[in-house]
């Protein structure tokens, strides 16, 4: 049957099957909650009618149809115009100043499409205050009623125009804060344009080709007689009909196209023949409408699967650094690189205005990036902003993550004010400068000689220089620099963010503090240090390459994950006190 489906409900508590009646399919299948009604150890058999699913509710570039246009070459690598899609939908044609009270009341009934907003225009359809007088003449005993259908009032109902004198002192007395706003000839020079230019704006954006949705009246009643003089007038666009003033379009939803008014709901018949009230006879009409969406509409995704082949992996993500959009494509890509680069752009404006993809991994002492650029301009240079810092970057010449900014915050909260940072591999100084905000001191250090040229201009555009002391030298030369020689502060932590040898460094600490005039017991700093793993237990891999490199099994480290940066590789972040059979040990 297709308005119902019938189930077999299965309890562990009954030797006999119990048959219930079900809702039409569709409601199920759009209603989640019903089928959560049962609980796991129940077994629910539904037996559905493949005619009765409707699996694709709502806009998709399979469902709707292409609009007739002119086949030409297209001048760019994606046809834009080819994703231009046709949909039938019902509406109903209402007053303007009814409009909002019946689109609540129409509740449930109405278009439920993402950006797609369910009152719509009529072209054509709004008065030019111009052409009121027009009308006023033309409809004898009807100027005064449209008047006050559009403004509220009529020329007899509100006050009459005043002296330039009396207008003068009305003035005077009512003249506050808002300027000009209020005199008569100066409203205009005087109103803020931004604001209104703003709204235009967006609104052009909102329709044709350039916007993303644009809604058509193909079947709007009968038209009057006596209306083509006005078309002549005011063009063949607008339609007086039997509409006096404003109206909307309340676009309903989509399984109510092309259907009479008797196939209806009940609210919406309702409102076709009683009208708003007793008082106020019906003033809908329902009319059939094309509702066309653009290029512009469909997500990045949508326009994704439809240009590359079946079967092929969407690319969903990418990381964002300042205006560039940085995406790592696979083999598979490589033929459609240019494609996914242009529709990347294009869907993330103005936002993103270059997209690049990693030729290659990581493979030199600077941490540097082998990048292409896919579409948009060819400028690597970038300012990002993290956690209220400005970081000027040049992903040709740095390394920049912004994938590791909540690590780099939850490393800043365990910091105290009193705490001297020792960053050995700080890049452009995303953790050495946001730790300057809080700490006493940070000795920040990296080999990147571009790297610290931009890690010293952040720390003086962020006025944190003189918190922040700058190296350019290679890591074990700078942790034994920094313990063996005296230091105004004393180091209580050291971040070690170098996933790939940062391990390695670390017998740097062995017998760091022999040299430095230092008791035992004294406090010891507190090393973070990060790296991979794709063993099956990555903490204890990890732990063990630790003890390994610092030649001691009695280390206490505490493991964190931090992301999970390929399928079976794990970032870590180990962090322990430098043991004091370490920091005072033999160096041979």
Avoid at 241 to 250: A, F, H, M
């Amino acid at each position: 049957m297709a308005a119902a489906a019938t189930a077999t409900l299965a309890l562990g508590l009954r030797s006999k099957p119990l048959s219930l009646s079900f809702p039409s399919p569709n409601k199920i299948l759009r209603r989640p909650h019903l089928l959560r009604l049962f609980s796991s150890s129940q077994t629910l058999n539904l037996t559905l009618d493949r005619d009765d699913l409707d699996l694709t509710y709502g806009p998709s570039l399979v469902k709707g149809r292409e609009p007739p246009r002119e086949r030409a070459e297209p001048l760019d690598l994606i046809d834009r115009d080819g994703f231009a899609r046709v949909f039938d939908v019902a509406a109903l044609r209402v007053p303007a100043e009814d409009c909002a009270a019946l689109e609540g009341r129409l509740r449930g009934h109405l278009l439920n499409w993402p950006r797609v907003r369910n009152v719509a225009r009529v072209p054509g359809d709004d008065v030019d205050p111009e052409m009121e007088r027009i009308l006023s003449v033309r409809n004898t005993g009807g100027g005064d009623s449209l008047s006050r259908r559009m403004y509220g009032r009529a020329d007899g109902d509100g006050e009459e125009s005043l002296s330039p004198v009396l207008y003068r002192e009305k003035l005077v007395k009512s003249f506050n804060s808002r300027g000009f706003l209020k005199f008569r000839n100066l409203a205009k020079i005087s109103r803020p344009k931004k604001k209104r230019e703003r709204k235009e704006r967006e609104g052009n954006e909102r329709g044709g080709k350039r916007g993303f949705a644009v809604v058509e009246v193909v079947g709007d009643g009968e038209e009057m007689d006596d209306d083509e003089d006005l078309k002549g007038l005011l063009g063949d666009d607008f339609r007086v009909g039997c509409w006096r003033g404003p109206t909307r379009l309340l676009l309903l939803d989509e399984r109510y196209a092309r259907r009479g008014v008797e196939e209806l709901p009940e609210a919406v018949k309702a409102l076709l023949k009683g009208g708003t009230s007793e008082s106020n006879p019906s003033n809908s009409t329902l009319v059939q409408c094309q509702l066309t969406l653009y290029y512009n509409y469909w997500q990045m995704n949508e326009i994704l699967e439809a240009l590359l082949p079946n079967g092929m992996t969407i690319p969903s993500s990418f990381e964002v650094v300042g205006h560039i959009a940085h995406l790592n494509l696979g083999e598979e890509h490589q033929p459609y690189k240019k494609l996914i680069g242009q529709v990347v752009l294009d869907k993330n404006k103005p936002k993103i205005q270059t997209v690049v993809n990693k030729i290659d991994s990581i493979r030199n002492d600077y941490r540097t990036m082998e990048l292409e650029v896919l579409a948009g301009n060819h400028s690597l240079v970038t300012v990002v902003i993290e956690n209220g810092i400005r970081f000027h970057v040049d992903l040709a010449n740095v390394y920049w993550n912004s994938r590791l900014a909540t690590e780099r915050q939850r490393l800043i909260s365990s910091f105290s004010i009193d705490d001297v940072i020792c960053d050995v591999f700080s890049g452009v100084g995303p953790l050495a400068i946001s730790a300057a905000k809080k700490v006493k001191h940070v000795y920040a250090n990296d080999l990147n000689p571009n790297a610290v040229e931009y890690l010293e201009g952040n720390s003086v555009s962020n006025r944190l220089d003189r918190k922040i002391e700058v190296f350019n030298m290679d890591g074990r030369r700078f942790i034994d620099a920094m313990f063996s020689s005296p230091r105004p502060h004393s180091i209580t932590q050291v971040v070690m963010n170098l996933p790939n040898d940062a391990v390695e460094f670390l017998d740097a600490f062995r017998g760091v503090l022999k040299k430095k005039h230092m008791a035992k017991g004294s406090r010891l700093p507190k090393i973070h240090v990060y790296g991979f793993s794709k063993s099956k237990n990555p903490e204890f891999d990890f732990h063990e390459r630790i003890r390994t490199v610092l030649c001691e099994s009695m280390v206490d480290v505490e493991m964190h994950r931090v992301r999970l940066v390929a399928p079976g590789k794990w970032m870590l972040c180990g962090s322990f006190v430098l043991p004091e059979s370490v920091a005072f040990v033999k160096r041979t």
